[in-house]
């Protein structure tokens, strides 16, 4: 089985800083992992996947993350943030084998609170 | 990318009442899902509905709670059956193959 662990479940961040919100996985077979945004009352909205290749993966919004399969983690950078980023952070797990079920796995969460 | 749409979007509804959630997908998809986000968590599948068949339930969720259907290849419905506040909780439908998913904007559900 996959699990998913954000260490952080708020980080508050001046605006223009650069921030990073930290994602750790477990998982026996290989996985892709994904990181999904949620506005204040939204839905989800994906930012950036990873599903093979090269380990850092850029994605909307400025947003990149880099995949380290030693580490386990798939952490997500952004080098200024807006104030408009302030929204809940989900990474999110599935496994990578053809024929598995598409459930994902997610996270916590972490909230980036953007402060002016 | 596909662009679902879920109705309602909100509803205040009475302990032990019924509510049918509705989820449109604007081209044919294979797999719907359905999670539940609690107030301050993260989401949980409750179940995966495949046109023509049953639907998976993950373990926690039962069919007699939360049944669902799938008529079609673009629409799907999760009922909240003899609701309780605990069942208060964004509802969202979400599509997509193994390597992504999209995901409707919820449905916001609270009970009284």
């Known amino acids: 089985a996959q699990s998913v662990t954000q260490l952080d479940s708020q980080v508050p961040v001046f605006e223009e800083a650069p921030v990073e919100l930290r994602c750790n996985y477990s998982?026996?077979?290989?996985?892709?992992l994904f990181w999904y945004v949620q506005y204040p009352n939204q839905g989800l909205q994906l930012l950036l996947k990873?599903?093979?290749?090269?380990?850092l993966v850029k994605g909307i919004n400025g947003f990149e993350a880099e995949f380290n399969k030693s580490q386990t983690s798939f952490h997500l950078r952004k080098p200024s943030v807006h104030i408009s980023d302030t929204a809940e952070y989900f990474c999110?797990?599935?496994?990578?084998?053809?024929?598995?079920?598409?459930?994902?796995?997610f996270g916590t969460g972490t909230l980036l609170a953007v402060q002016p | 990318s596909a662009v679902i749409s879920q109705k309602p979007s909100r509803d205040i509804c009475q302990r032990g009442t019924s509510l049918t959630i509705q989820c449109q997908v604007d081209?044919?998809?294979?797999?719907m899902f359905w999670y539940r986000q609690q107030p301050g968590q993260s989401l949980t599948l409750i179940a995966t509905?495949?046109?023509?068949?049953?639907?998976?339930?993950e373990s926690g969720f039962v069919i007699d709670k939360f049944p669902i259907s799938r008529p079609n290849l673009t629409f799907s419905t999760l009922t909240v059956s003899n609701m309780s506040p605990e069942d208060s909780s964004i509802y969202l439908c979400s599509v997509g193959g193994i390597e992504t998913q999209y995901f409707g904007p919820g449905t916001r559900l609270l009970v009284l």
């Open positions: 081209s044919q998809v294979t797999m």
């Open positions: 509905a495949n046109q023509g068949s049953e639907a998976t339930y």
């Open positions: 998982s026996s077979v290989s996985v892709y």
């Open positions: 990873y599903l093979s290749g090269s380990t």
């Open positions: 999110a797990v599935s496994r990578a084998s053809r024929g598995a079920t598409n459930k994902l796995i």
